[in-house]
């Protein structure tokens, strides 16, 4: 059987009301296409906890901040077409911009404090995009489960936010990063990589493994941490830190020391190409 | 059989999951309580189109301002109670203050344009309490119909704009102002007016049938039937405007001549009442 593919807001709408009719339970996976190993982890997990699992495609203009790569964003719709098949899934839904922002729309989702440091700070405006996007996507599938990786650590924390503060009714799970042989965390951007930017982004995951040494070894202060790791990342004349931080993992909120769950995130230009990546560490 | 009173949004959802998978159509009536003829018209329109109809009884505090009268506004629960089940409400749905805002929420809702001019102006951040207020009555009880009153006109219409702009999916009516025999627009709020501000009151209405005669006798300037407005307004020592416009009834944008359909929306304060009231007039 052939992949179900949805344009509309309404279609997508009655194909939910129907499956739920029937008691079945839906999964979400939202995703900008160009598809990769990371988002195939997510479907199959989305696979094990629902009925029939949703893939939504759609490079989300809001969320782009100017002079980033909107535009260029790699779109590959029939390649990701058979890949949600071969994973498993039961719809794509593809709208369109204008079926997701026609003339008039005016109206945003805005989740405060969680959104002000790491990727806030650097893409103002950035998860206003991201909030209004997906909970339009969760209103248009009304699914009971979906799946976020963990890639996106602090996308996935203001999504679970928006949801319990809006009500929405839908289980955030968050699923652990795939990462390339070398430990580069797998990313539709890393296409953009020349040969030797590529070895460079390594780094990236070579500096958190370093964080994570420096735990393991008794560091507990955070200043200490990211000393090493910026030391491991400015010895690489391709890289240039956008921000490397030490927050807690619940709120968001810096950590000078490592006590509970914190997240170490990182965001680094390697060329033109910004990557990020992250760990969370705990305090044993 | 009694009316099922509902305080958690979980146990909401449920409820509204259930009548879902029954295949029965669900209708909202969201209210702050102190209910009058103008919400029992609500439910009874509720009522004719869906199988069941939820009252919501919620006194939101994110949409007062500062010294506003969120304190004492009035709460009548019990006779409320009696009222839904008279109009043959099915459930009321009255979460308190913490099941709504628990600790740690920062999740807002804001409709831009359309919040801009009249009640926008006068009450800053008023209906970004609304819009997100409203959106989570919405996710919480899942209705197929929500039904507002005409009175608050352009929050009926920053709601309409919420709902289509986010996908929530359900259809929003807005009903005809019910109003006392001496036309003042039946509100909460006329509880507080003593017996001589309840005369004066009744100048709003008195104001807005003026702008009827006048377009009806042929004006087309907004100016000219906001200054006969005035006039009728000022004449009253307790009474002071608080605004007087004519908008395009759409885009709630200024009109400066009747063309097309037009708002005609007031607020004026009697005593330490502020009441609102408006018409919508169309050039034949």
Redesign the interface.
């Given at each position: 059987m052939s992949i179900r593919v949805i344009e509309r807001?309404r279609a997508m709408?009655a194909w939910a009301?129907e499956v739920?009719?029937e008691?079945k339970r839906i999964g979400l996976v939202p995703t900008m296409g160009c598809l990769h190993e990371g988002h195939l982890s997510l479907i199959r997990l989305a696979r094990e906890r629902t009925d029939g699992v949703v893939v939504s495609i759609f490079v989300n203009p809001t969320q782009f901040g100017p002079g980033e790569d909107f535009e260029k964003y790699p779109r590959t719709f029939e390649r990701d077409q058979e890949l949600v098949e071969q994973a498993g899934g039961e719809v794509i839904f593809t709208p369109n911009v204008e079926e997701m922002y026609?003339p008039?729309?005016?109206?945003?989702?805005?989740?405060?404090?969680?959104t002000e440091g790491l990727c806030g700070a650097s893409r103002p405006g950035h998860f206003r995009g991201v909030?209004?996007v997906v909970?339009?996507l969760l209103?248009?599938v009304k699914p009971h489960v979906a799946v976020f990786g963990q890639k996106d650590f602090q996308q996935a924390v203001v999504i679970r936010?928006?949801v319990?503060?809006?009500?929405?009714?839908v289980e955030i799970v968050i699923a652990p990063i795939v990462r390339e042989a070398d430990g580069l965390a797998i990313s539709s951007r890393n296409a953009y990589l020349s040969p030797s930017e590529r070895r460079v982004a390594r780094v990236l995951f070579q500096s958190l493994e370093k964080a994570r040494e420096r735990v393991r070894a008794g560091e507990r202060e955070a200043s200490g941490i990211i000393s090493a790791m910026k030391a491991e990342i400015e010895a690489k004349p391709m890289a240039r830190i956008d921000y490397i931080e030490m927050v807690d993992a619940e709120t968001i909120e810096p950590a000078t020391r490592v006590e509970g769950r914190v997240l170490v995130a990182l965001a680094v230009w390697i060329g033109k190409t910004r990557l990020i990546d992250n760990v969370v560490l705990e305090k044993k």
């Open positions: 807001i709408q009301d739920r009719r008691g026609p008039g729309f005016c109206t945003a989702v805005q989740v405060d404090k969680l909030t209004t909970a339009k209103c248009a936010r928006m319990r503060d809006l009500n929405l009714n």
